[in-house]
């Protein structure tokens, strides 16, 4: 009921909210509010999140829009108590790499010193953490560099005596606990001295050793940007759309997904999957369900199958007819955890129970465990479900390499129905869904660059700022609002408090008529020469005149900016109109040239607008065996690449031979990549590693400690 009550205010108050896990197989939930997810239309078993055989409380993980987070935790506060309501603490332990780092700081070393050890710490894999020892005996390389170096010899003896420890507290991303009386009856507390909020000192285990029920109030980005899409086609089109009743047989949503337009949706881009999405060409939400559950180490395998059995239904079979009760919208294949313990329940005579601590036994992998949980089970099949041993051990294998991974059925009904809903906005409403998506990230040069590029192969025109069309955020604009414009707040060292008063200004007077209109009515106090820069070179002023010409003439622009608002203050002050001063600007001499116009915008947005530097060589571009962003996404080590690139940055570094090499941040229209440039190329060509210049370059992937670059072989000027 509290749950209930806390996602019908989220409804009630405009914050798009959803829950995950277990809890969407309860019909409870679906019809008090708390899931969106009908368990009936899914088939979702309820024993998965409570039987008489589990008696702990009931777990429901909350999702909210990441920006409308902290106004739950406020309602939470307000409804039970200020003295009632607390984030819960967590404690970071130092692992292998971050020991390392803290022992090199420690003892006065260059920054590059605990780097370089760090980075030859190979990244543990999920629920094993890495270790020192375990490190040294994986990593030759380290090895080597603790026998033969003093220095790293001190710093991994150190860092092992302190690996494990707590380091630090710090703020649960999602756990909240709400108490019944006063929360110190409970827990200490303390106030966090990152965020200034209140905490508790027990971890979420001591939490509810207490007694004390903890509820997950995690942000998640993509529902902020669902919202916003919502809102911005309410705005621009007038059409309101309930984004929890949208229709879930959207064909242009299937047909953009089997397209592979992924790029921007929760839970289904990334090259991987859409490779297989466009294999697959989905046709219903039980495809998208079995795309989410799917694809992750172990099950992933099967994703092969289900496409095959999805395109010819003669190849769907089940290893035993009472199986099809559950797997029919899955092709007869095991999908789901929860098909696993129906499996284990309706052919092995489990009980909920028995069937639970099976997945618990799988999720741990000892080996041991498996073996007793093995047994149990062939036996069970055969004496309970009636198959001969060949047929149970089959089942058995189908199982086991599943289970470790297996994705909640109901969990991945709750992000299918997300993912769904990302992708309908883009395949119906575009322009406004990478408005929204742009939004979200601005700030992340990278992702805006990636974003820049889909908005290009979609056909929407992404355009700088400009002082009459653009919000503060990205904005969509144009008479047919079918193109988005850099918002504002988007330029650089360009202040909240000018951007706020430019739009109050339009909003409250009108759009700016001209030049001269728009210095007269932008107050002195926020408009000075860097804000007047800004404007200029990022291209907000365009529409009155040419970044070149307006920058070579800004001491006027200032003078008469500062000769306007003082005969304004003067009309103001004697009830007289003094009228405006006249604007006269000497001719243009030409243009600038566009180079330099993309050095702008690449300083004051974070990227290439106009165009990008390598577009002057696109013949060349056109000889590219791949993209830089099509290497990150399929990173394959040793794979040979030919590409033109821009130089981000160059950064060199002598070897222990007092040789020169470098590493360089290249980046192309799609993304940037580190590159190496060792010694023997560095003397032959590191004169034209230089900011800014346009390359082409061959090379090959490296996938070293788990981080994709370049390891070049030849590079020549475009």
């Known amino acids: 009921l509290a749950v209930s009550d806390l996602l019908t205010y989220a409804k009630g108050n405009g914050i798009l909210a959803t829950t995950r896990g277990s809890a969407a197989g309860s019909l409870v939930s679906y019809l008090t509010g708390i899931t969106n997810v009908d368990p009936l239309l899914y088939k979702l078993p309820f024993e998965r999140f409570l039987n008489p055989e589990r008696p702990k409380a009931p777990d429901i993980d909350m999702d909210f829009a990441d920006n409308r987070r902290d106004d739950m935790i406020a309602y939470a506060k307000a409804k039970y108590g200020e003295d009632k309501v607390a984030q819960i603490g967590t404690f970071g332990t130092l692992m292998a790499r971050a020991a390392v780092r803290d022992v090199s700081r420690a003892l006065g070393h260059a920054y590059r010193t605990g780097d370089r050890i760090a980075k030859l710490i190979p990244l543990g894999s999920q629920g094993f953490p890495m270790t020192i020892d375990r490190a040294l005996e994986l990593e030759p390389e380290l090895k080597e560099l603790y026998e033969q170096d003093e220095d790293t010899r001190e710093i991994l003896d150190l860092a092992r005596q302190i690996e494990g420890c707590v380091r630090h507290t710090g703020v649960h991303a999602a756990g909240v606990v709400i108490a019944p009386t006063p929360l110190t009856d409970w827990t200490p507390l303390q106030i966090d001295p990152k965020t200034g909020k209140l905490i508790t000192q027990y971890d979420m285990h001591a939490i509810e050793d207490a007694g004390l029920l903890k509820f997950d109030f995690l942000g998640i980005k993509n529902l902020a940007i669902l919202s916003d899409a919502v809102e911005r086609v309410q705005e621009t089109r007038g059409i309101f759309i309930d984004i929890e009743q949208v229709p879930i047989d959207d064909q242009k949503t299937f047909a953009m997904l089997a397209r592979g337009e992924t790029e921007g949706t929760f839970q289904l881009n990334g090259a991987g999957m859409t490779r297989y999405l466009k294999e697959l060409q989905p046709t219903t939400i039980h495809d998208i369900n079995a795309m989410v559950a799917l694809y992750r180490p172990g099950p992933m395998e099967t994703i092969p199958q289900y496409i095959e059995r999805k395109k010819n239904p003669r190849l769907i079979h089940y290893l035993d007819e009472r199986m099809k009760e559950y797997l029919d919208f899955s092709y007869g294949l095991l999908v789901y955890q929860e098909d696993v313990l129906l499996t284990a329940i309706k052919l092995g005579g489990y009980s909920w129970l028995e069937a639970d601590t099976l997945r618990k036994a799988m999720g741990k992998k000892i080996p041991a465990e498996m073996e007793a949980q093995k047994e149990k089970l062939i036996r069970g099949f055969m004496e309970f479900g009636k198959l001969s041993k060949q047929k149970a051990e089959t089942i058995w294998k189908l199982i086991e390499p599943f289970a470790a991974y297996g994705f909640g059925k109901a969990h991945a009904a709750c992000y299918g129905k997300v ?171 030409g243009e600038m040239p566009l180079a330099e116009k993309l050095a702008w915008e690449k ?26 962003g099509q290497i990150l996404e399929e990173p394959q080590a040793g794979r040979p690449v030919i590409l033109p690139v821009l130089v981000q940055e160059v950064r060199t570094i002598l070897t222990k031979s007092g040789e020169k090499m470098a590493f360089i941040k290249f980046e192309d229209k799609s993304a940037s990549i580190e590159a190496v440039a060792f010694p023997k190329l560095y003397k032959e060509h590191g004169h034209l590693l230089a900011t800014g210049q346009c390359l082409l370059v061959k090379g090959s992937v490296s996938g070293r400690n788990g981080e994709t670059s370049l390891a070049l072989d030849n590079l020549k000027a475009l």
């Open 419 to 589: 993912a769904y809903q990302t992708a309908y906005m883009k395949a119906n409403y575009p322009v406004e869904y990478m408005t929204a998506l742009l939004t979200a990230d601005a700030g992340d040069t990278e992702q805006i660059a990636i974003l820049a590029a889909e908005c290009e192969r979609l056909g929407i025109p992404l355009l700088p700022p400009d002082i009459n069309e653009s919000g503060t955020d990205f904005t969509v604009a144009g008479d047919a609002k079918d193109t988005i414009r850099f918002g504002l707040m988007s330029i650089k060292n360009f202040g909240q408090g000018i951007s706020e008063a430019i739009i109050e200004e339009r909003r409250t007077r009108g759009p700016f008529k001209d030049l001269a209109d728009f210095l007269a009515r932008v107050g002195s106090r926020n408009l000075n020469r860097k804000s007047l820069e800004c404007l200029i070179k990022s291209g907000a002023l365009d529409r009155f005149g040419e970044r070149g010409h307006l920058s070579a003439n800004i001491e006027l622009l200032l003078t008469f900016h500062r000769d306007a608002t003082m005969v304004a203050t003067q009309d103001s002050l004697f009830g007289a109109s003094f009228g405006t001063p006249t604007l006269l600007l000497p001719k243009p001499t």
């Open 603 to 628: 300083e004051l947005l974070g990227i290439y607008v106009s165009g990008h530097p390598l577009d002057a060589h696109a013949g060349v571009a056109s000889k590219a065996t791949i993209t830089i």
